[in-house]
Structure formats: structure tokens, C-alpha cells
């Protein structure tokens, strides 16, 4: 076995073992464990999908909780209202998310920076007002309990549930391995030259509106399949599940994770999730969480500005001794303010 | 070269995963299988696990809640989690609650904070049912939250009882184990308000505003059920957002027809914020207003807004000191003192928690078997008659086709002066003729 063969095994190991943990998760966790984690799973894509477009193209959206909300209520309204299976609510979430995205993206072509957070926001402000408006349909503020659930294939013999997580461990490995290839793509390449310098981009021959509108399509199905991984680990959706707060709140986990990176949305849906679970544990007064929470988050930001990720990769690297930078590295802004 | 080394060993794990697919089983794996032995032939039982009696030991019960225990709605659900707890150190401090099994038992209360979002709700019930290993639920805040418990309650066979909601649809027979709830309908209340109208003034002229969402929707559909029959009309309504922020421009618009009775479907400060615009604008209508604000918060109208607004009620107000040597509310205020945290909140917020925990012990101690679905069975078949906060002729009676608990108001009229409302007539007692109804406007 060659050098870098051995190289590649030993990258690939975390990984591998992760997953293994992952796959095997139902065996040894119980439904709480097990729960947590399928929401975990939907946070991730989440974040990714917000981190595709503002950490790699730095077009900041302060809108994905619409784009999530989109592929949730899509996904509801669809198994409950009509019948279908999620299975094939699935494309119609993703779609119907994308395109809104797409036309979302059109005004990104003029504006930039914190305008275009501003324009976002619009979009988050709207859409819980949009089921109140439909409540005959959707149930308004009391919300709508989708009573069919994602059930396991009868020849595999598992409970529903961990037929459930594996989907969505399956979706959300999924959407990674997406973003990873895109990333590393000249598609990649053009979104981060977009974000870095964006005159020089449209020099070098980047066509920079394609590639804008595309991204914040892309992006927002992304987001629609996690919306749908949101309905179908919890069966539930109403207005208050996507405020204005759930898209800070992504915003969030892509800082403290480590924007631009790869890596970084999967700390960030952790830190998201997990940290409001455990301070109560601790003994921390639930009215106090927040100031806690946001004391950490205020830590974070000083000392490890390139997030979770990034002090991670730090900390490797002062470990292994290595100092040459692999595969992709990107400064970390994380609003365009240019 | 490196790709495909990396590729082998992800097929290594996929299959060694798989390999442990074959072999082992949890919880979460296996999942709810195996009927619940109860024998009695109830369709609600017929797919239920077979966990009866998890929460019980032979001198503890463990119940749990979900409430705001953070964020916008903190003071309600913190004042709730208080009320409940004065209630169970009463209940604890006199050796706990017997049940059918002639054993008293100690009540452990399990409180998580869901910040008023209902899939925190959801997850938090989850948690209860499979980590804290609750015997049941009670005082679960908000319609969605509730609701969106709901699946998860049956599917679990776990009795979440007397919410704080007043949403009709808890009341819907087809869940069992979400109900009933500790609050009026809000389609019961605004029917009742109907039928007084209907009985003072027959040929009134009605203008409304009301909350655009499934509360005021409920509000509305009781109203118009109430008036059903007679000459009153509703010459015009207005709706507005809960996140408005004003309802001027629909009070303008409303004080235009010059009907002579207005009715606010509102809730809190918004409700205030109407009945100061109306006070302004020299309407001078009868005012009917949803019972969603409590007598403290009217006390903060502008001087000589909404006096006289007619409001049904259902209890006393533990905040009046004129009532403190009722029995119900003695007991209460005895115990809120002894408490912690209980000198620091208004009496009044901590009565929803200490009725809830009231009731949840009396399901206990007349179900007639000590599991789940016997508790569950004594809170479709209830009649309270212990010392309490309502007001004298409300009945609080369940049966196996009526799963709402409170059907009786009082109407009530606001004295600014003496700070107090003032009952205007006897009990309207609707129990058992109060079906199931879905909101459909």
C-alpha cells in the first residue's frame, strides 16, 4: 500500500466510523435518541442549503425558513389533503421550493449584501401568513397533523422509525456528497470567484446571473427537501414552525459551524440542537437558555472566528503537523458586504 | 487509486451496518408491537403498546407538562408549572394520591420548556413518554402544540389531559387520549355570548372584529350559532393578524355601520388596544368581548374605555381579595405561598396549572383500573364536585360522547369604577348539549 493510498484510508476513516455510528444509531439509541437525531438531520440540510448559497456564493438569505416551510407544507398538504405518498410529495416539495427560490433569486441579480438580506427577509416575514391566509386548506395557526407516517418497507422488518432515521441519514449524506461535487466543480469554483470578486468574475467570462439564479434555485430545493425531511419526522406543520427566527437561527448554525466549509452545517445543526437540549440538563433556568446561548455563541465568534470547523482544523493540523491546505479553503465571510 | 480504497471501505461499513441490521433490535428498532392487554374490547386500546403502567411505582406516580417556560409566553407557562406544583405539594404533604389499587402514591411532576412551538411541544411529549417514562401528560399549552401531540399520544397510548386550550377540535371524540381539555370552547363561549344577545336584545346590529386565525374563527362559527333564530345581524366584520400592529383602521371602519353592539374577538393587548380605539372614536356600542383578557389587564384600559363590555367567565378571580375565603381558593392561596416562586406571580396566573393538577388527580383516583387507560376512561367520565374555582352552577361533568369538561358560563359585566365584573344572571349550561364540531369558516 502506497503513501497516499494510506493518506486517503486515514482521511476517510472519521468518516467511515461516523457513518457506521450513524447507520447503527437505531440498535442502540432509543426513540428520544433517535428522534433527536432525525432532527439533527434536517437541521444539517438546512444549513447547507443556506450555507451553498451564502457561505460559497456570499448571497446572504435571511428567507430559508420560507423555502423550508415551502417543501413542509407542500409535503403536509400533499400526503393529508391528497393522498399522496411522501415518496412522491418528495420531487413536488423540491420543485416547488426551487422555483420560488429561482424568482427569489432574480432580485439578487441587482442587489447585494445586506439589501438583499433585507429583500429575504421580506420573504420570511410573508410566508407564516400565507397558511393563516389558507386555513380552510392548511389548518392556519392551530396547524396540520399529517396522520399517515413514512413507513418501512414490510420485507425489512424495522419499526417505522428507524426506517425514517435511515431515510433521512440516507437524504442528508445525500445532500452533502452534492454540495461536496458541486463545490468541487468548475460550477464550484465559479460561485466562489462570484463571492470573492465579483467584477472579476464577470471578466474572466463567469456568466455571474446564471450562475446566481442557479445557485439560489439549488439552493432553495435543497431546502425544500429539508422541509420535507421536516414533515416527515414530525408529521406536523404550522405557521410558528417557520418564523423569521428559524432562518436566524440557520444563519446561526452556519457561523458557529464554519461557513464556506463543507464540514461546518453539520456542526452547526449539532450546536443548534443540542445545545438548547442540554442546558436544561445542566441545571441551566429555561429562561436563562437564551442569555447562556448566546453567551457561547459570542465566545465562539471571538475565539474561533472560523467556527467549529475551523478550530477543528486547526486543531488537526497542530496535531499532525500538517500545514499545506487541502482541497477547498475559503475565507469565512459570511455576509457579502461588498 | 484513492478514490476507490476510500469507496471499499464506505462498502465496508454500509455492509458491516447491514450485518448489524440482521442481528440485533432496540426500542426504536422494534417499535410499539404487542396489544395492550386491557380486555375491554375499546377500539382506542386495540393497537396499543403494551405499557400500562410505565410511570408507576408502588409509592411514586410521574406525570409530566409542556409549557413556555422560556420566550414571549414565559409568564403564562411559568405561572402554570407553579400553580400545578402548589397543587401536588398539597396533594404530597397529605401522602399523595390513592388509586384504584388502594396504594397512595407520591406525584413526581416532569416540566419541559417548549417556548410555545409546537414541534417542541412534539419533541418534549416524546421525551416525557420515552425518556422520563411519564405515566401521562396534562396542561400541554396551545392548540398547535397539542395537535401536533396528538398522533403521537395515540399512537403511544399515553393520556395527555386537560390542556390549556380552548381549541373545539381537543374535544374531538376520534382522540381519546388528547382530552379533554381544561379550558371552555372558544365556539362554546361565543355561542353562549350569542344566546345572551339573542336574549337582550333581539334585533341588535353586530360588528366584529376578530382574530384571522383558528381562534377567532371558532369565536365567529359559535357567534353565528348562537344567534341562529333571531333578528340579529352582522352588518359587518373585520379581521385582523396577530402580529398587527394596530386594529385602528378596522375599528374606523367597524364605528362607521354604528351597529349597536360590537364584538372583539381579541386577544390581550390587542383586545385592549380595540377597546381604547372604540372608546376614542365616541362609538358608544354594547361592548361583547371574547373572554382572552383577564380582569388585570382590563383594569390597564384607558380611563372610561370598555366599561360596561359584557365577557362570560367561568371561575372567581383568585386576585380579588373578596374572594380569598372561598374554600377553592383559600386552599389554593395556602398552598401558592408555600411554593417556590408562588409569592412572586399574580394568584391569578397559577389557577390554570393548579386546576389541571386538580383534576388530573381526581381522574387518578376514580379510574377504575391503575393504568393508563383507566385514567384515561375516568377523564371521559368525570364529575367534579371538590372544592374549585368555578363559578356556582358550572357543572364539571364528562362523558364517554361529551369530551368537553367546562360547558357553563356566566355573564359578566365590567364596573371600571369598582375594578370588578359583576355576574348579570344565572349559569348557561350547555352540558351535553355541546357536540363535537369542526371549525369550517
Keep these: 500500500m502506497n503513501t497516499t493510498t494510506q493518506r486517503s484510508i486515514i482521511r476517510a476513516l472519521p468518516w467511515t466510523v461516523g457513518l457506521v455510528l450513524l447507520v447503527g444509531a437505531p440498535f442502540v439509541l432509543g426513540l428520544t435518541g433517535i428522534r433527536g437525531l432525525m432532527q439533527v438531520f434536517v437541521l444539517a440540510v438546512a444549513v447547507m442549503s443556506l450555507n451553498l448559497l451564502t457561505g460559497f456564493n456570499g448571497q446572504p438569505s435571511i428567507g430559508h425558513s420560507a423555502f423550508i416551510g415551502l417543501g413542509a407544507y407542500a409535503t403536509a398538504l400533499a400526503v393529508q389533503n391528497y393522498g399522496w405518498s411522501y415518496w412522491s410529495a418528495l420531487p413536488i416539495a423540491v420543485l416547488i421550493a426551487g422555483v420560488v427560490g429561482a ?236 | 487509486m484513492t478514490s476507490i480504497s476510500r469507496m471499499r471501505l464506505f462498502a465496508a461499513a454500509a455492509l458491516l451496518s447491514l450485518g448489524v441490521t440482521a442481528c440485533g433490535g432496540s426500542a426504536a428498532l422494534t417499535g410499539a408491537s404487542g396489544a395492550q392487554s386491557s380486555g375491554s374490547g375499546d377500539p382506542a386500546l386495540a393497537e396499543c403498546p403494551d405499557n400500562g403502567t410505565v410511570g408507576l411505582t408502588d409509592t411514586t406516580i410521574k406525570l409530566g407538562v409542556s409549557q413556555p417556560l422560556s420566550g414571549p409566553l414565559v409568564a403564562v407557562g411559568g405561572g402554570f408549572v407553579v400553580g400545578m406544583n402548589a397543587y401536588f405539594n398539597y396533594v404530597n404533604g397529605n401522602g399523595g394520591v390513592k388509586g384504584p389499587d388502594g396504594k397512595q402514591r407520591k406525584i ?36 398547535s402544540g397539542n395537535l401536533a401531540a396528538r398522533p403521537l399520544l395515540a399512537q403511544e397510548c399515553v393520556p395527555s389531559l386537560f390542556a390549556t386550550s380552548g381549541a373545539p377540535e ?87 355601520t354604528g351597529a349597536d353592539t360590537f364584538y372583539d374577538i381579541a386577544i390581550g393587548l390587542q383586545a385592549l388596544q380595540a377597546l381604547n380605539h372604540v372608546h376614542a372614536s365616541g362609538w358608544k356600542p354594547q361592548i361583547i368581548q371574547a ?24 371561575s372567581y378571580d383568585a386576585d380579588d381579595p373578596d374572594n380569598a375565603d372561598l374554600p377553592g381558593i383559600k386552599l389554593f392561596l395556602d398552598w401558592l405561598k408555600k411554593t417556590p416562586g408562588g409569592e412572586k406571580i399574580l394568584p391569578s396566573t397559577a389557577t390554570a396549572g393548579w386546576t389541571a393538577a386538580m383534576f388530573m388527580t381526581w381522574a387518578i383516583e376514580n379510574a377504575e383500573t391503575m393504568d393508563r387507560a383507566g385514567v384515561m376512561r375516568a377523564a371521559h367520565n368525570m364529575d367534579f364536585t371538590g372544592p374549585n374555582f368555578y363559578l356556582p352552577g358550572i357543572k364539571l361533568v364528562t362523558g364517554p360522547d361529551d369530551h368537553y369538561l367546562i360547558e357553563g358560563v356566566v355573564q359578566q359585566k365590567l364596573d371600571r369604577k369598582a375594578g370588578k365584573l359583576i355576574p348579570l344572571g344565572e349559569v348557561q349550561d350547555f352540558n351535553g348539549a355541546n357536540p363535537y364540531e369542526k371549525i369550517t369558516g
Design chain 1, 103 to 338: 424568482v427569489a433569486g432574480v432580485p439578487a441579480l441587482r442587489i447585494r449584501g445586506m439589501n438583499l438580506a433585507l429583500v429575504t427577509m421580506a420573504l420570511a416575514l410573508v410566508f407564516p401568513q400565507v397558511p393563516v391566509r389558507l386555513t380552510e386548506w392548511t389548518g392556519g395557526t392551530a396547524g396540520l397533523t399529517v396522520d399517515e407516517r413514512l413507513r418501512a418497507p414490510a420485507a425489512l422488518g424495522v419499526a417505522d422509525v428507524a426506517w425514517q432515521y435511515w431515510v433521512l441519514l440516507g437524504i442528508a449524506a445525500l445532500a452533502f456528497l452534492l454540495i461536496r461535487n458541486v463545490v468541487h466543480s468548475s460550477m464550484g469554483r465559479a460561485m466562489i470567484a462570484i463571492r470573492d470578486q465579483h467584477v472579476a468574475a464577470h471578466t474572466v467570462g463567469i456568466n455571474v446571473r446564471a450562475v446566481k439564479v442557479t445557485v439560489f434555485a439549488g439552493s432553495a430545493a435543497i431546502a425544500g427537501v429539508a422541509g420535507w425531511m421536516f414533515t416527515v419526522t414530525n408529521q406536523f406543520v404550522s405557521p410558528g414552525d417557520f418564523t423569521v427566527l428559524v432562518s436566524i437561527n440557520l444563519l446561526l448554525g452556519m457561523a458557529v459551524g464554519g461557513s464556506g466549509t463543507l464540514v461546518g452545517p453539520l456542526m452547526g445543526a449539532l450546536f443548534l440542537y443540542y445545545v438548547p437540549e442540554v442546558l436544561p440538563k445542566l441545571g441551566v433556568n429555561p429562561q436563562l437558555t437564551p442569555a447562556v446561548y448566546g453567551v457561547l455563541l459570542i465566545l465562539l465568534a471571538f475565539f474561533l472566528p472560523g467556527g467549529l470547523s475551523g478550530g477543528l482544523r486547526s486543531l488537526v493540523r497542530r496535531l499532525s503537523g500538517i500545514t499545506a491546505k487541502k482541497g477547498v479553503t475559503t475565507p469565512q465571510p459570511t455576509l457579502d458586504t461588498t
Design chain 2, 108 to 143: 413526581e411532576l416532569v416540566a419541559k420548556d417548549d417556548q410555545y412551538v409546537a414541534t417542541k411541544t412534539k419533541a418534549n411529549v416524546s421525551a416525557l413518554i420515552n425518556e422520563d417514562k411519564v405515566f401521562a401528560l396534562l396542561g400541554l399549552f396551545g392548540t
Design chain 2, 170 to 256: 381537543l374535544g374531538n371524540p376520534d382522540y381519546p387520549w388528547g382530552g379533554p381539555a381544561g379550558s371552555i370552547s372558544y365556539l362554546l363561549e361565543a355561542r353562549a355570548s350569542g344566546e345572551y344577545l339573542k336574549s337582550v336584545n333581539p334585533n341588535a346590529k353586530v360588528a366584529i372584529l376578530y382574530q384571522d386565525d383558528d381562534l377567532g374563527r371558532a369565536y365567529l362559527q359559535g357567534f353565528k350559532k348562537g344567534i341562529e333564530g333571531s333578528n340579529i345581524s352582522i352588518v359587518k366584520t373585520e379581521s385582523f393578524e396577530s402580529t398587527d400592529p394596530d386594529v385602528g383602521n378596522q375599528i374606523t371602519s367597524l364605528a362607521a
Design chain 2, 291 to 314: 373572554a382572552q383578557v383577564g380582569l388585570s389587564l382590563l383594569k390597564k384600559l384607558e380611563p372610561g374605555a370598555g366599561d360596561g363590555l359584557i365577557m362570560a367567565g367561568t
